[in-house]
């Protein structure tokens, strides 16, 4: 990836006609071999331009970035040259309107552009995920966009072909800054996968007009597929929180599937995110799973806890559930939070399970046989 630079400040650039920087724009756009293509270092319009372009000048713009996004192997440049006209239009208006909600802007000027992109934003910072609309699966372009000491400066980042999921930020407004901290940012990221979302967070500090990424966290510890958001608790806390699962042992799961559930929970200090808290989600899905487990290795102490009566254990065993005679398998359509489930069980058996909830906890509270013919 070309390396970053961070964006030249309005004060040094020399005001010019508004026709003169949109026939720039468009010469930038047109020619493959354009310089301004190529250098890493931004170069915005000047202030009053994107505040002028008429409707036709922005019309010829899209079409242009139409076609780039439409050329084979053009998407990172096309969404640099996306990002430099967000980066453009974001100095000139936040110039004028300090409060200006910058999300909201980027999608009024990308959606007149007709440029795909996902955005995520806090207090100072923006990302913005750019795609080709025509073909999302071609892959997606990060680019962050945040408060520099003079204006708003804008960086591509790592995270190519991801789901952008959210953005955090820290140390970059307020005197002393709220959230407290060294300036930096914190985004989630989903990847897809056969069996559902990954996530990946990943943190970069603020610096020098530099984006550097200092931290990552994968899919083994966020806890493998599922759910994340980041939760500020006060004006100086910021967590992550995931919801997430790995297949349950002897069972067969799809990704609508009911699923054992975690919730991991990591708070951002001043070496990066570190873990505080892993807790498991009770549920009568997650209570059958563990059951099983508990006969596999004939654990009967803790199978008994499980269940209403003691009966069902012996029950269960003598129908030989903890050895293994094939995969388990929820049937279709069915809640993982419900009171009556059906299981199937290898290529014949089927069980209707019922469950009642204890406390904070749920209990086996009965099983009879059934059929798959629900399928």
């Known amino acids: 990836m070309t390396t970053p630079r961070a964006a030249v400040s309005p004060a040094h650039a020399a005001p010019r006609p508004a026709r003169i920087l949109v026939a720039a724009a468009l010469a930038c756009l047109a020619l493959a071999g ?56 974001l100095m000139t208006r936040t110039r004028i309107d300090p409060t200006m909600n910058w999300e909201s802007r980027a999608r009024t000027v990308l959606d007149s552009l007709g440029v795909g992109a996902e955005t995520a934003s806090t207090r100072c910072a923006l990302v913005v995920n750019f795609f080709a609309r025509s073909d999302p699966d071609q892959g997606a372009w990060p680019w962050l966009f945040w408060c520099g000491p003079k204006s708003v400066l804008a960086q591509p980042l790592e995270g190519r072909g991801l789901k952008l999921v959210a953005v955090t930020a820290r140390g970059l407004w307020g005197d002393p800054p709220k959230p407290p901290g060294p300036a930096s940012v914190a985004l989630l990221f989903g990847r897809r996968s056969a069996i559902g979302q990954q996530l990946l967070a990943m943190v970069w500090t603020l610096g020098g007009g530099h984006a550097t990424l200092v931290q990552t966290l994968g899919p083994d510890s966020l806890g493998g597929t599922g759910t994340g958001e980041f939760e500020a608790s006060s004006d100086t806390a910021i967590d992550l929180v995931a919801r997430t699962y790995r297949p349950a042992p002897r069972f067969d799961e799809c990704p609508t599937c009911p699923h054992v559930y975690h919730v991991h929970r990591f708070h951002w200090g001043a070496q990066g995110f570190e873990r505080v808290s892993d807790e498991s989600i009770s549920s009568p899905y997650s209570t059958f799973a563990e059951f099983l487990q ?66 904070g906890s749920w209990r086996i ?9 629900v399928e």
Not at 47 to 58: F, M
Not at 67 to 86: D, K
Not at 333 to 338: G, I, N, P
């Open 34 to 89: 354009c310089g301004c293509q190529r250098r890493s270092r931004f170069v915005p319009l000047q202030a009053d331009s994107t505040t002028t372009l008429s409707v036709d000048s922005i019309a010829v713009i899209a079409r242009d970035l139409q076609l780039r996004w439409e050329a084979p192997g053009a998407g990172e440049e096309a969404a640099r040259l996306s990002a430099r006209f967000v980066l453009a239009d």
């Open 365 to 373: 509270s009965g099983f009879r046989t059934t059929t798959q013919s």
């Open 294 to 359: 508990a006969l596999a290795v004939d654990d009967r102490s803790r199978a008994w806890q499980l269940v209403t009566d003691p009966s069902w254990v012996e029950a269960a065993r003598r129908l030989q559930w903890g050895t293994s005679k094939g995969e388990w398998r929820v049937a279709p359509s069915t809640d993982e939070t419900a009171r009556e489930m059906v299981f199937f069980h290898g290529r014949d058996e089927a069980y209707r399970v019922t469950f009642e909830q204890r406390g």
